[in-house]
């Protein structure tokens, strides 16, 4: 049986380009408009995105999670504060995130420092979640070891039965801000010739803008 040669599986990218002047001089701006592009080409999960944190062993570790809010300030996503990525965002507040949409060849790159979002905050998105989802957020100890499913749904009903009206915000629930200090757009063209536009912080707080080889 002869397998795919992962080496030859190759794309070129002919969409379009990306100069310094389309991207302008606010990346957060710049980012509106590609996203805005990705929901109108109506791409599935449009915002999600890697976020790769630390490990006490020095190890990245990555998963994808949901962006759910974007202003001047940074990259919003919601989780349980005692999961894995809540215990190394805890020691090391650093994060990245890569949002990657691959039909309109487009990927951003996002480096930043975390910060936790206030519990008005919080409180006001868990208010909008649907009610099976302020259930899921009692009912899960994120990232503990459990020996059988069985335990969450049996959990899951306990909270159900003891939250009969609004379900309460969980003390261990809430969201955090990457706050970028350096964020790159990628955008793929022919011949492995991409452009890639980054734009980093500066100590006085103005956004410095520059181009990258591919």
Same mark, same amino acid.
């Given at each position: ?10 794309? +070129? ?44 062993? =020095?190890?990245? +570790? ?10 001047? #300030? ?13 215990? *190394? ?41 649907? #009610? ?11 990232? *503990? ?15 159900? *039965? *003891? ?5 309460? #915000?969980?003390?261990?629930? =809430? ?6 200090? !350096? ?11 991409? +452009?890639?536009?980054?734009?980093? !912080?500066? +100590?006085? =707080? ?9």
């Amino acid at each position: 049986m002869s397998r795919i040669s992962i080496a030859d599986i190759r794309k +070129d990218y002919i969409l379009a380009s990306l100069s310094e002047e389309v991207v302008g001089d606010d990346p957060f701006s710049f980012f509106h408009t590609w996203f805005e592009d990705a929901v109108r080409a109506a791409i599935d999960d449009v915002n999600a995105m890697t976020l790769s944190t630390l490990q006490e062993d =020095g190890f990245p +570790d990555a998963r994808i999670v949901l962006l759910k809010g974007l202003d001047e #300030r940074g990259f919003t996503f919601f989780t349980n504060y005692e999961s894995e990525k809540g215990a *190394q965002l805890s020691k090391h507040p650093k994060a990245s995130l890569v949002f990657h949409w691959k039909e309109l060849e487009r990927q951003v790159r996002v480096m930043g420092v975390a910060e936790q979002l206030t519990a008005a905050e919080n409180d006001t998105y868990f208010a909008s979640r649907p #009610r099976a989802s302020q259930l899921g957020a009692w009912a899960s100890p994120q990232s *503990q070891k459990i020996e059988k499913r069985e335990l969450l749904e049996e959990r899951y009903a306990q909270f159900e *039965q *003891q939250y009969t009206d609004a379900v309460p #915000r969980p003390a261990h629930w =809430g969201g955090y801000r990457i706050v970028p200090i !350096k964020i790159e757009f990628w955008h793929g063209r022919s011949s492995r010739m991409h +452009d890639r536009i980054i734009f980093e !912080k500066q +100590d006085n =707080g103005l956004w410095s803008r520059y181009r990258v080889a591919p």
